[in-house]
């Protein structure tokens, strides 16, 4: 039996899986920078953090798009467990990391400690947790994993 194929690719190669480094690298930055700006008390920090998110949750938006095309591409990973428990589990955190961007965007950087960086650690956490939801499905279920090696 094939492996479950890609719907979402360039070239044969899923495209999910290149474009969710950017959210998770902004997510993770989000919450260093808040434990920064914790530390030294420079706005800087604070800043940083604000447009991080901002940048994570335009680039998670896009992720998120094809993450739903390969969803709804294939039955085969509609129909795993992992699939659903990596879906709300990424849910999770997108809402997490939009009240923490809104409440920012309407407090400045008073909401940063300790509101805002608690939320940024549970973001970096429940992304942990649907990163190896995710893998369980490419390394366990081969979901967008090629049946042959192609020989060049």
Known sequence: M???RSTAQ???HPIHPMV???PI???VLAFASDIA???TSNQFWATASFWLLSVGLITAAVAAATGLVEVFGDNRVRDLSDTRVHAV???IALLIALYNWY???EHGSSAVVPTGMVLSGIVVLVLMFAGWKGGEMVFRHRV???DHRERY
């Open 20 to 22: 969710i480094a950017f």
């Open 103 to 105: 409440s920012r965007f």
């Open 2 to 4: 094939r492996n479950p």
């Open 37 to 39: 700006f914790y530390a």
């Open 10 to 12: 360039i070239a044969g």
């Open 25 to 27: 690298a902004c997510f």
């Open 89 to 91: 589990s990424n849910g």
């Open 144 to 146: 967008g994993v090629a």
